[in-house]
Protein backbone atom coordinates (compact mmCIF):
# COMPACT_ATOMS: atom_id res chain seq x y z
CA UNK A 1 0.00 0.00 0.00
CA UNK A 2 1.49 3.52 -0.97
CA UNK A 3 -0.63 5.36 1.46
CA UNK A 4 -0.14 4.66 5.12
CA UNK A 5 -1.15 7.59 7.40
CA UNK A 6 -4.30 8.93 7.50
CA UNK A 7 -2.25 12.51 7.09
CA UNK A 8 -1.35 11.24 3.62
CA UNK A 9 -5.10 12.08 2.85
CA UNK A 10 -5.84 14.84 5.27
CA UNK A 11 -2.93 16.81 4.95
CA UNK A 12 -0.26 17.94 4.60
CA UNK A 13 -0.69 21.67 5.78
CA UNK A 14 0.93 23.77 3.07
CA UNK A 15 1.30 26.87 0.85
CA UNK A 16 -1.05 26.57 -2.40
CA UNK A 17 -1.84 26.08 -4.89
CA UNK A 18 -1.28 21.83 -5.57
CA UNK A 19 -0.41 19.48 -3.67
CA UNK A 20 1.30 16.80 -6.29
CA UNK A 21 2.99 20.43 -8.04
CA UNK A 22 3.62 22.59 -5.12
CA UNK A 23 3.98 20.37 -1.94
CA UNK A 24 5.19 17.52 -3.43
CA UNK A 25 7.75 19.31 -5.27
CA UNK A 26 8.88 21.19 -2.14
CA UNK A 27 9.26 17.68 -0.41
CA UNK A 28 11.33 16.16 -3.60
CA UNK A 29 13.62 19.49 -2.77
CA UNK A 30 13.86 18.70 0.57
CA UNK A 31 15.31 15.34 0.06
CA UNK A 32 17.78 15.87 -2.37
CA UNK A 33 19.34 18.69 -0.37
CA UNK A 34 18.94 15.68 2.75
CA UNK A 35 20.18 13.43 0.42
CA UNK A 36 23.12 15.83 -0.57
CA UNK A 37 24.02 16.41 3.44
CA UNK A 38 23.77 20.48 3.26
CA UNK A 39 23.08 23.19 0.99
CA UNK A 40 24.10 22.98 -2.47
CA UNK A 41 25.61 25.85 -4.00
CA UNK A 42 23.76 25.29 -7.24
CA UNK A 43 21.01 22.86 -8.42
CA UNK A 44 19.77 22.18 -12.22
CA UNK A 45 16.22 21.17 -12.16
CA UNK A 46 14.34 19.30 -15.34
CA UNK A 47 10.80 18.44 -15.23
CA UNK A 48 8.97 16.50 -17.26
CA UNK A 49 5.31 16.12 -18.55
CA UNK A 50 2.74 17.55 -16.06
CA UNK A 51 5.90 19.25 -14.20
CA UNK A 52 7.14 20.19 -17.32
CA UNK A 53 3.77 21.91 -18.45
CA UNK A 54 2.22 23.58 -15.70
CA UNK A 55 5.54 24.46 -12.96
CA UNK A 56 5.24 28.09 -13.61
CA UNK A 57 1.12 28.35 -12.41
CA UNK A 58 1.75 25.76 -9.79
CA UNK A 59 4.80 27.56 -8.29
CA UNK A 60 6.84 24.20 -8.90
CA UNK A 61 9.71 26.08 -9.45
CA UNK A 62 9.72 27.89 -5.95
CA UNK A 63 8.66 25.40 -4.00
CA UNK A 64 11.68 22.86 -5.37
CA UNK A 65 13.97 25.49 -4.58
CA UNK A 66 12.66 26.34 -1.49
CA UNK A 67 12.86 22.24 -0.58
CA UNK A 68 16.67 22.53 -1.70
CA UNK A 69 16.72 25.19 1.13
CA UNK A 70 14.97 23.13 3.43
CA UNK A 71 11.44 25.16 3.83
CA UNK A 72 8.87 22.38 4.86
CA UNK A 73 5.67 22.75 2.75
CA UNK A 74 3.79 25.45 4.58
CA UNK A 75 6.75 27.67 5.16
CA UNK A 76 5.62 30.99 3.37
CA UNK A 77 9.26 31.96 2.20
CA UNK A 78 8.34 28.89 -0.41
CA UNK A 79 6.34 31.94 -2.52
CA UNK A 80 9.89 34.26 -2.25
CA UNK A 81 12.31 31.07 -2.81
CA UNK A 82 13.63 32.46 -6.17
CA UNK A 83 14.58 35.73 -4.85
CA UNK A 84 15.96 33.77 -1.31
CA UNK A 85 18.39 31.54 -3.49
CA UNK A 86 19.69 34.57 -5.16
CA UNK A 87 20.46 35.99 -2.41
CA UNK A 88 22.22 33.53 -0.67
CA UNK A 89 23.99 33.36 -4.38
CA UNK A 90 22.54 29.67 -4.97
CA UNK A 91 22.47 29.47 -8.84
CA UNK A 92 19.67 27.68 -10.25
CA UNK A 93 19.09 26.56 -13.49
CA UNK A 94 15.29 25.28 -14.96
CA UNK A 95 14.59 23.27 -18.08
CA UNK A 96 11.34 21.65 -19.25
CA UNK A 97 11.73 18.79 -20.80
CA UNK A 98 9.65 16.99 -23.64
CA UNK A 99 10.56 13.12 -23.66
CA UNK A 100 8.04 11.08 -21.79
CA UNK A 101 8.60 9.41 -18.52
CA UNK A 102 6.86 6.87 -16.62
CA UNK A 103 5.36 8.89 -14.05
CA UNK A 104 3.57 12.45 -15.02
CA UNK A 105 5.07 14.01 -12.55
CA UNK A 106 8.53 13.80 -12.61
CA UNK A 107 11.76 16.43 -11.71
CA UNK A 108 15.51 15.56 -12.42
CA UNK A 109 17.79 17.49 -9.68
CA UNK A 110 21.46 17.84 -10.09
CA UNK A 111 22.87 19.65 -7.44
CA UNK A 112 26.19 20.71 -6.16
CA UNK A 113 28.97 22.40 -4.53
CA UNK A 114 32.80 22.32 -5.03
CA UNK A 115 32.82 19.42 -2.52
CA UNK A 116 30.70 17.51 -4.98
CA UNK A 117 27.44 16.70 -6.69
CA UNK A 118 24.98 14.52 -6.75
CA UNK A 119 21.61 13.68 -9.59
CA UNK A 120 18.56 11.99 -8.50
CA UNK A 121 15.03 11.72 -10.15
CA UNK A 122 11.66 12.25 -7.69
CA UNK A 123 8.09 11.66 -8.36
CA UNK A 124 5.46 13.22 -6.95
CA UNK A 125 2.34 11.05 -6.60
CA UNK A 126 -0.42 12.78 -5.78
CA UNK A 127 -1.66 14.69 -2.38
CA UNK A 128 1.79 15.79 -1.26
CA UNK A 129 3.44 12.35 -1.40
CA UNK A 130 6.82 11.57 -3.19
CA UNK A 131 9.19 9.11 -3.93
CA UNK A 132 12.76 9.37 -5.06
CA UNK A 133 13.56 6.65 -7.83
CA UNK A 134 16.57 7.27 -8.83
CA UNK A 135 19.87 8.02 -7.43
CA UNK A 136 23.12 8.76 -9.27
CA UNK A 137 22.27 6.43 -11.94
CA UNK A 138 21.11 3.82 -9.09
CA UNK A 139 17.08 2.62 -9.01
CA UNK A 140 15.54 2.75 -5.59
CA UNK A 141 12.20 3.70 -3.96
CA UNK A 142 12.92 6.49 -0.83
CA UNK A 143 9.63 7.91 0.24
CA UNK A 144 10.57 9.57 3.04
CA UNK A 145 8.38 8.01 4.96
CA UNK A 146 10.56 5.95 7.76
CA UNK A 147 14.03 6.72 8.98
CA UNK A 148 16.57 5.50 6.16
CA UNK A 149 20.67 4.65 5.58
CA UNK A 150 21.75 4.87 1.93
CA UNK A 151 24.99 2.64 1.64
CA UNK A 152 26.92 2.94 -1.63
CA UNK A 153 29.30 0.03 -1.80
CA UNK A 154 30.95 -2.76 -3.93
CA UNK A 155 29.25 -5.26 -5.53
CA UNK A 156 30.46 -8.49 -4.20
CA UNK A 157 29.50 -10.83 -1.76
CA UNK A 158 29.74 -10.35 1.82
CA UNK A 159 28.75 -6.70 1.40
CA UNK A 160 25.42 -6.76 2.20
CA UNK A 161 26.14 -9.31 5.32
CA UNK A 162 28.49 -6.71 6.89
CA UNK A 163 26.14 -3.97 6.80
CA UNK A 164 23.40 -6.15 8.31
CA UNK A 165 25.95 -7.00 11.19
CA UNK A 166 26.70 -3.70 12.08
CA UNK A 167 22.61 -2.74 12.34
CA UNK A 168 22.45 -6.13 14.52
CA UNK A 169 25.10 -5.14 16.68
CA UNK A 170 23.57 -1.44 17.42
CA UNK A 171 20.31 -3.24 17.58
CA UNK A 172 18.57 -1.90 14.81
CA UNK A 173 15.47 -3.46 13.03
CA UNK A 174 15.42 -3.64 9.05
CA UNK A 175 11.95 -3.05 7.90
CA UNK A 176 12.73 -2.65 3.99
CA UNK A 177 15.96 -3.23 2.28
CA UNK A 178 16.44 -3.13 -1.57
CA UNK A 179 19.58 -3.40 -3.59
CA UNK A 180 20.37 -1.91 -6.95
CA UNK A 181 23.67 -1.79 -9.20
CA UNK A 182 24.80 -0.86 -12.00
CA UNK A 183 26.61 -3.31 -13.69
CA UNK A 184 27.34 -6.86 -12.10
CA UNK A 185 30.51 -6.39 -10.29
CA UNK A 186 30.78 -2.84 -9.46
CA UNK A 187 29.02 -0.50 -7.54
CA UNK A 188 25.66 -0.95 -5.82
CA UNK A 189 23.36 0.63 -4.36
CA UNK A 190 21.82 -0.58 -0.49
CA UNK A 191 18.53 1.34 0.68
CA UNK A 192 17.46 0.17 4.29
CA UNK A 193 14.52 1.47 6.12
CA UNK A 194 14.66 1.47 9.58
CA UNK A 195 12.54 1.86 12.52
CA UNK A 196 14.03 4.43 14.44
CA UNK A 197 16.75 7.41 13.55
CA UNK A 198 20.22 6.76 12.88
CA UNK A 199 23.06 7.38 14.71
CA UNK A 200 26.00 9.15 13.74
CA UNK A 201 28.15 6.28 15.69
CA UNK A 202 26.64 3.72 13.37
CA UNK A 203 27.06 5.74 10.27
CA UNK A 204 30.95 5.84 10.86
CA UNK A 205 30.93 2.75 11.91
CA UNK A 206 29.37 1.64 8.26
CA UNK A 207 31.75 4.09 6.51
CA UNK A 208 34.58 1.84 8.07
CA UNK A 209 33.62 -0.94 6.24
CA UNK A 210 35.89 -2.04 3.47
CA UNK A 211 33.46 -2.83 0.85
CA UNK A 212 31.48 0.80 1.41
CA UNK A 213 32.64 4.04 0.04
CA UNK A 214 29.17 5.85 0.93
CA UNK A 215 26.55 6.21 3.44
CA UNK A 216 23.82 8.59 3.65
CA UNK A 217 21.16 8.79 6.22
CA UNK A 218 17.28 9.93 5.97
CA UNK A 219 15.72 11.12 8.71
CA UNK A 220 11.65 10.39 9.53
CA UNK B 1 -5.60 -2.74 8.11
CA UNK B 2 -8.44 -2.60 6.02
CA UNK B 3 -8.07 -2.92 2.26
CA UNK B 4 -11.23 -1.42 0.66
CA UNK B 5 -14.52 0.25 1.88
CA UNK B 6 -16.53 -3.64 2.40
CA UNK B 7 -13.39 -4.45 5.03
CA UNK B 8 -13.70 -0.52 6.70
CA UNK B 9 -17.68 -0.69 6.92
CA UNK B 10 -17.17 -4.91 7.96
CA UNK B 11 -14.58 -3.75 10.93
CA UNK B 12 -16.58 -0.67 12.20
CA UNK B 13 -20.32 -2.53 12.29
CA UNK B 14 -18.60 -5.98 13.51
CA UNK B 15 -17.39 -4.17 16.05
CA UNK B 16 -20.01 -2.35 16.80
CA UNK B 17 -17.93 1.15 16.05
CA UNK B 18 -18.05 4.23 14.06
CA UNK B 19 -15.92 4.57 10.40
CA UNK B 20 -13.96 7.13 12.32
CA UNK B 21 -12.93 4.70 15.27
CA UNK B 22 -10.98 2.38 13.02
CA UNK B 23 -9.17 5.03 10.64
CA UNK B 24 -7.86 6.57 14.65
CA UNK B 25 -7.00 2.95 15.60
CA UNK B 26 -5.03 2.46 12.52
CA UNK B 27 -3.08 5.48 12.52
CA UNK B 28 -2.17 4.30 16.50
CA UNK B 29 -1.62 1.23 15.41
CA UNK B 30 0.78 1.80 12.26
CA UNK B 31 2.43 5.15 13.51
CA UNK B 32 2.73 4.16 17.27
CA UNK B 33 1.51 6.94 18.10
CA UNK B 34 -1.26 7.81 21.05
CA UNK B 35 -5.10 8.38 20.48
CA UNK B 36 -3.98 12.08 22.01
CA UNK B 37 -1.28 12.65 19.91
CA UNK B 38 -3.44 11.09 16.50
CA UNK B 39 -6.03 13.83 17.06
CA UNK B 40 -3.97 16.45 18.20
CA UNK B 41 -2.28 16.25 14.96
CA UNK B 42 -5.91 16.15 13.31
CA UNK B 43 -6.80 19.03 15.46
CA UNK B 44 -3.61 20.97 13.98
CA UNK B 45 -5.32 20.61 10.16
CA UNK B 46 -8.60 21.52 11.20
CA UNK B 47 -7.68 24.79 12.46
CA UNK B 48 -5.63 25.31 9.01
CA UNK B 49 -8.87 24.54 7.55
CA UNK B 50 -10.87 27.03 9.66
CA UNK B 51 -8.85 29.80 9.22
CA UNK B 52 -8.33 29.09 5.24
CA UNK B 53 -12.06 29.37 5.61
CA UNK B 54 -12.12 32.40 7.12
CA UNK B 55 -9.58 33.92 5.04
CA UNK B 56 -11.95 33.19 2.11
CA UNK B 57 -14.86 34.43 3.25
CA UNK B 58 -12.90 37.89 4.02
CA UNK B 59 -12.42 37.77 0.39
CA UNK B 60 -9.12 37.01 -1.56
CA UNK B 61 -7.91 37.10 -4.97
CA UNK B 62 -5.35 35.08 -6.48
CA UNK B 63 -1.94 36.57 -8.30
CA UNK B 64 -3.56 35.79 -11.90
CA UNK B 65 -6.46 37.19 -11.19
CA UNK B 66 -9.13 34.77 -12.35
CA UNK B 67 -9.90 33.60 -9.14
CA UNK B 68 -11.03 35.08 -5.79
CA UNK B 69 -14.14 36.68 -4.27
CA UNK B 70 -17.20 34.15 -5.26
CA UNK B 71 -17.26 33.02 -1.79
CA UNK B 72 -18.24 36.49 -0.15
CA UNK B 73 -20.29 37.00 -3.02
CA UNK B 74 -22.19 33.59 -2.22
CA UNK B 75 -22.50 34.89 0.95
CA UNK B 76 -24.30 37.90 0.20
CA UNK B 77 -26.91 36.39 -1.94
CA UNK B 78 -27.87 33.62 1.20
CA UNK B 79 -28.12 36.68 3.37
CA UNK B 80 -30.31 38.15 0.85
CA UNK B 81 -32.87 34.91 1.59
CA UNK B 82 -33.84 34.79 -2.02
CA UNK B 83 -31.53 31.17 -2.33
CA UNK B 84 -33.38 28.73 -4.44
CA UNK B 85 -31.13 25.75 -3.01
CA UNK B 86 -31.27 25.97 0.47
CA UNK B 87 -29.34 28.10 2.93
CA UNK B 88 -27.09 25.15 4.14
CA UNK B 89 -26.39 23.79 0.61
CA UNK B 90 -24.83 26.91 -0.21
CA UNK B 91 -23.29 27.80 2.80
CA UNK B 92 -21.05 24.15 1.56
CA UNK B 93 -20.57 25.44 -1.84
CA UNK B 94 -19.24 29.01 -0.52
CA UNK B 95 -17.02 27.47 1.94
CA UNK B 96 -15.69 25.19 -0.60
CA UNK B 97 -14.93 28.02 -2.68
CA UNK B 98 -13.52 30.10 0.09
CA UNK B 99 -11.15 27.23 0.53
CA UNK B 100 -9.81 26.93 -2.95
CA UNK B 101 -9.48 30.78 -3.65
CA UNK B 102 -7.41 31.48 -0.89
CA UNK B 103 -5.27 27.92 -2.02
CA UNK B 104 -5.27 29.70 -5.76
CA UNK B 105 -3.64 32.73 -3.45
CA UNK B 106 -0.74 30.74 -2.49
CA UNK B 107 -2.21 30.95 1.07
CA UNK B 108 -2.06 28.19 3.62
CA UNK B 109 -4.52 25.55 3.78
CA UNK B 110 -4.68 21.50 4.46
CA UNK B 111 -5.16 19.49 1.60
CA UNK B 112 -8.00 16.94 1.19
CA UNK B 113 -6.25 15.19 -0.32
CA UNK B 114 -5.11 17.40 -2.61
CA UNK B 115 -4.92 21.02 -2.67
CA UNK B 116 -6.75 21.96 -5.97
CA UNK B 117 -9.95 19.81 -3.82
CA UNK B 118 -9.05 21.32 -0.20
CA UNK B 119 -12.22 23.09 -0.37
CA UNK B 120 -15.13 20.26 -0.59
CA UNK B 121 -14.51 18.48 2.94
CA UNK B 122 -13.73 21.62 4.88
CA UNK B 123 -16.69 23.37 3.29
CA UNK B 124 -19.07 20.79 4.12
CA UNK B 125 -17.75 20.32 7.30
CA UNK B 126 -18.32 23.95 8.64
CA UNK B 127 -21.49 24.08 6.83
CA UNK B 128 -23.38 21.66 8.31
CA UNK B 129 -21.93 22.12 11.71
CA UNK B 130 -24.78 24.54 11.93
CA UNK B 131 -27.40 21.89 11.71
CA UNK B 132 -25.59 19.30 14.01
CA UNK B 133 -24.11 21.32 16.40
CA UNK B 134 -20.94 19.12 16.45
CA UNK B 135 -18.33 19.12 19.27
CA UNK B 136 -14.81 19.92 18.52
CA UNK B 137 -14.26 15.86 18.86
CA UNK B 138 -17.00 15.20 16.57
CA UNK B 139 -15.57 17.95 13.77
CA UNK B 140 -11.85 16.12 14.23
CA UNK B 141 -13.80 12.56 13.69
CA UNK B 142 -15.62 14.13 10.62
CA UNK B 143 -11.33 14.26 9.26
CA UNK B 144 -11.27 10.93 10.31
CA UNK B 145 -14.17 9.51 8.56
CA UNK B 146 -13.15 11.21 5.02
CA UNK B 147 -9.41 10.49 5.72
CA UNK B 148 -10.75 6.76 5.97
CA UNK B 149 -12.29 6.62 2.56
CA UNK B 150 -9.49 8.78 0.84
CA UNK B 151 -7.11 6.06 2.30
CA UNK B 152 -8.96 3.46 0.79
CA UNK B 153 -9.31 5.80 -2.73
CA UNK B 154 -5.71 6.69 -2.79
CA UNK B 155 -4.55 3.03 -2.19
CA UNK B 156 -6.76 1.41 -4.63
CA UNK B 157 -7.21 3.78 -7.12
CA UNK B 158 -5.58 6.89 -7.54
CA UNK B 159 -5.96 10.81 -5.98
CA UNK B 160 -3.78 12.65 -8.15
CA UNK B 161 -5.36 14.57 -11.19
CA UNK B 162 -2.26 14.23 -13.35
CA UNK B 163 -2.98 10.41 -13.41
CA UNK B 164 -6.68 10.24 -13.13
CA UNK B 165 -8.55 13.19 -13.72
CA UNK B 166 -10.50 15.73 -11.66
CA UNK B 167 -12.56 12.79 -10.64
CA UNK B 168 -9.92 11.33 -8.60
CA UNK B 169 -9.15 14.46 -6.96
CA UNK B 170 -12.68 16.23 -6.31
CA UNK B 171 -14.45 13.42 -7.05
CA UNK B 172 -12.41 11.70 -4.22
CA UNK B 173 -12.87 14.62 -1.73
CA UNK B 174 -16.76 14.78 -2.51
CA UNK B 175 -16.95 10.75 -1.83
CA UNK B 176 -15.09 11.52 1.27
CA UNK B 177 -17.04 14.59 2.41
CA UNK B 178 -20.75 12.40 1.49
CA UNK B 179 -19.50 9.80 3.95
CA UNK B 180 -18.27 11.73 6.85
CA UNK B 181 -21.58 14.30 6.45
CA UNK B 182 -23.39 10.29 7.08
CA UNK B 183 -21.81 10.19 9.62
CA UNK B 184 -22.17 13.16 11.60
CA UNK B 185 -25.68 13.35 11.07
CA UNK B 186 -26.13 9.27 12.73
CA UNK B 187 -25.89 7.50 9.70
CA UNK B 188 -24.47 4.04 9.77
CA UNK B 189 -20.91 3.03 8.11
CA UNK B 190 -22.52 1.10 5.66
CA UNK B 191 -24.52 4.16 4.83
CA UNK B 192 -21.07 6.22 4.53
CA UNK B 193 -20.13 3.84 2.27
CA UNK B 194 -23.21 4.14 -0.08
CA UNK B 195 -23.04 8.52 0.13
CA UNK B 196 -19.36 7.81 -0.89
CA UNK B 197 -20.58 5.55 -3.86
CA UNK B 198 -23.27 7.61 -5.28
CA UNK B 199 -21.42 10.57 -5.10
CA UNK B 200 -18.22 9.50 -6.86
CA UNK B 201 -20.61 7.66 -9.71
CA UNK B 202 -21.58 11.31 -10.23
CA UNK B 203 -18.35 12.33 -10.78
CA UNK B 204 -16.64 9.64 -12.72
CA UNK B 205 -15.47 11.03 -16.08
CA UNK B 206 -14.56 14.09 -14.52
CA UNK B 207 -11.17 15.45 -16.58
CA UNK B 208 -8.88 17.65 -15.04
CA UNK B 209 -8.17 20.92 -17.50
CA UNK B 210 -6.93 23.60 -15.65
CA UNK B 211 -6.74 27.11 -17.84
CA UNK B 212 -3.07 27.70 -18.00
CA UNK B 213 -2.10 24.79 -15.77
CA UNK B 214 -3.41 27.07 -12.64
CA UNK B 215 -5.73 25.48 -10.17
CA UNK B 216 -7.84 27.85 -10.86
CA UNK B 217 -10.39 28.04 -13.78
CA UNK B 218 -12.44 25.44 -13.83
CA UNK B 219 -10.99 23.84 -10.27
CA UNK B 220 -12.61 26.56 -7.50
CA UNK B 221 -16.14 25.67 -9.72
CA UNK B 222 -15.51 22.15 -9.33
CA UNK B 223 -15.00 21.88 -5.58
CA UNK B 224 -18.13 24.11 -5.66
CA UNK B 225 -20.23 21.91 -7.16
CA UNK B 226 -18.20 19.10 -5.64
CA UNK B 227 -19.39 20.01 -2.01
CA UNK B 228 -22.79 19.92 -3.31
CA UNK B 229 -22.33 16.57 -4.65
CA UNK B 230 -21.61 15.62 -1.63
CA UNK B 231 -24.72 17.18 0.68
CA UNK B 232 -27.57 15.48 -1.89
CA UNK B 233 -25.31 12.42 -1.68
CA UNK B 234 -25.34 12.29 2.23
CA UNK B 235 -29.06 13.01 2.37
CA UNK B 236 -29.59 10.30 -0.39
CA UNK B 237 -27.76 8.23 1.62
CA UNK B 238 -29.15 9.06 4.98
CA UNK B 239 -32.89 8.91 3.30
CA UNK B 240 -32.18 4.85 2.76
CA UNK B 241 -31.32 5.07 -0.75
CA UNK B 242 -28.27 2.93 -1.91
CA UNK B 243 -26.29 2.67 -4.70
CA UNK B 244 -26.53 -0.60 -7.22
CA UNK B 245 -22.98 -1.10 -7.77
CA UNK B 246 -21.17 -1.34 -4.58
CA UNK B 247 -18.63 1.64 -3.24
CA UNK B 248 -15.58 -0.36 -3.84
CA UNK B 249 -16.36 -1.12 -7.50
CA UNK B 250 -17.02 2.23 -8.31
CA UNK B 251 -13.66 3.35 -7.38
CA UNK B 252 -12.27 0.83 -9.15
CA UNK B 253 -14.47 2.22 -12.27
CA UNK B 254 -13.12 5.56 -11.45
CA UNK B 255 -9.39 4.21 -11.26
CA UNK B 256 -9.78 2.27 -14.76
CA UNK B 257 -11.55 5.43 -16.44
CA UNK B 258 -8.63 7.66 -15.35
CA UNK B 259 -6.27 5.00 -17.17
CA UNK B 260 -7.89 5.20 -19.77
CA UNK B 261 -8.01 9.44 -20.07
CA UNK B 262 -5.92 10.96 -22.76
CA UNK B 263 -2.62 12.88 -21.10
CA UNK B 264 -4.25 16.29 -23.11
CA UNK B 265 -7.31 15.74 -20.36
CA UNK B 266 -4.64 14.90 -16.96
CA UNK B 267 -3.50 18.20 -15.61
CA UNK B 268 -1.76 19.08 -18.77
CA UNK B 269 -3.49 22.07 -19.89
CA UNK B 270 -3.44 20.59 -23.57
CA UNK B 271 -7.15 19.72 -23.39
CA UNK B 272 -10.51 20.74 -22.28
CA UNK B 273 -11.44 23.99 -21.40
CA UNK B 274 -7.92 24.72 -21.27
CA UNK B 275 -8.15 24.65 -24.94
CA UNK B 276 -10.80 26.74 -25.60
CA UNK B 277 -10.17 29.77 -27.26
CA UNK B 278 -10.79 31.69 -24.04
CA UNK B 279 -8.65 29.00 -22.20
CA UNK B 280 -5.97 29.95 -24.24
CA UNK B 281 -6.40 33.61 -24.62
CA UNK B 282 -6.27 33.87 -20.93
CA UNK B 283 -2.79 31.76 -20.79
CA UNK B 284 -1.27 34.09 -22.98
CA UNK B 285 -2.16 37.15 -21.59
CA UNK B 286 -0.97 35.88 -17.53
CA UNK B 287 2.30 34.18 -19.13
CA UNK B 288 2.74 37.68 -21.23
CA UNK B 289 3.09 35.89 -24.50
CA UNK B 290 1.48 35.98 -28.10
CA UNK B 291 -0.95 33.40 -28.95
CA UNK B 292 0.41 33.52 -32.75
CA UNK B 293 3.53 32.17 -31.35
CA UNK B 294 2.38 29.73 -29.66
CA UNK B 295 1.35 27.15 -32.33
Redesign the interface.
Known amino acids: ????????????????????H??GAARIGKMARELFGREPEWANISFY??FA???????TDVAIIGGLMDFET?D?RI?EAKQIAKEKGIRIKIREEESLTD???TARIRLGDKDGDIELVGI?????KIEIIELNGFELSLTGHHPAILVVHEDRFGAVAAVSTVLAKHKMNIGKMDVSRQDVGKMALMTIEVDQNVEDALLQELKALPEVTQVTKITD | MFRNVAELVELAETNNKKISDIMIEQEMEVRNKTREEVFDTMERNLTVMEEAVERGLQGVKSHSGLTGGDAVLIQKYIESGKSLSGTLLLDAVSKAVATNEVNAAMGTICATPTAGSAGVVPGTLFAVQNKLNPTREEKIRFLFTSGAFGFVVANNASISGAAGGCQAEVGSAAGMAAAAITEMAGGTPSQSAEAMAITLKNMLGLVCDPVAGLVEVPCVKRNAMGAANAMVAADMALAGVTSRIPCDEVIDAMYKIGQTMPVALRETAQGGLAATPTGRELEAKIFGFSLNKKS
Open positions: MKYKSVFDIIGPVMIGPSSSTAGSKTYKGHGDVIHPNSIGGG
